[in-house]
């Protein structure tokens, strides 16, 4: 059974960080309704969906990936590079904790879960403006009795590196080749956005299924023409927040 976690969105999400993006006017109805939609994607793929309830002062708690690592041996609670949403964490730890065992990024190290990209056993760390060398090191220190290996990766020009690349199949990536080298991923094949999107890398697999935003319909196409099964959604009000899919749960084998 896969769980995923989310939380509901909260009313001050006008408020959030943003990196990369001017700042609009968020409906919040609207994100609140886009929100439900994701959750109920999420459940139509067979997700048993868990959504903590709301956090009203701490704007980005929607953005519920980037409070954690969960694989299939342990759990790590990250330490978030914006210190805005470093309390996003102490609740998902208590929703977190009858899962798995639980580990925690202790300072000077910060990661966002934004930033990992699981690949089998080797896991990819974005080294972006939230996160940082001594949180690789401490992961790799977490994770080595599990066999996996932790690589940092350069990104630039986006928030995290998956805002750059997701998995959209077994041996396939989606990438905006501007944002991260594609050499560094060994033995994958490539799908590239099409370049008039460069926000359309951020894909979230469920299985063999893809939830994905309506936003980038070019780079659909391209997802579809390969073969792949796409579901959208109406994320717009959350792309405001510089958020997409990835990042609205945590989904992991229950
Ligand atoms: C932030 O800047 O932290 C939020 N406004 C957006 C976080 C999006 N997270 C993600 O893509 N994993």
Redo the contacts with the bound molecule.
Sequence with gaps: MRIAITRQVSPQIGQ????HLERQVIDVELARRQHHQYEEALAALGCQVHCLPVEPDL??SV?V??TAVVLDEIAIITR???DS?KPETTSIARALEPYRQLCTITAPGTV????VLCLGKTIYVGLSS?SNQPAIDQMMAFLKPYRYTVKGVRVSGC??L??AVTQVADNTLLINPEWVEMGIFKDMHFLEVDPSEPYGA?ALLIGINLIYPSSYPRTQRRLEEHGLSVKTVDVSELIK????V???SLVFKG
Excluded at 112 to 115: A, E, F, L, R, V
Excluded at 241 to 244: I, N, Q, S, V
């Design positions: 959030c960080e943003l990196t704007p980005d953005f990936e980037d978030l590079g914006a949403r966002d879960g934004g930033d939230r928030l995290h998956k805002s951020n927040a510089e958020g997409a990835t990042c609205c």
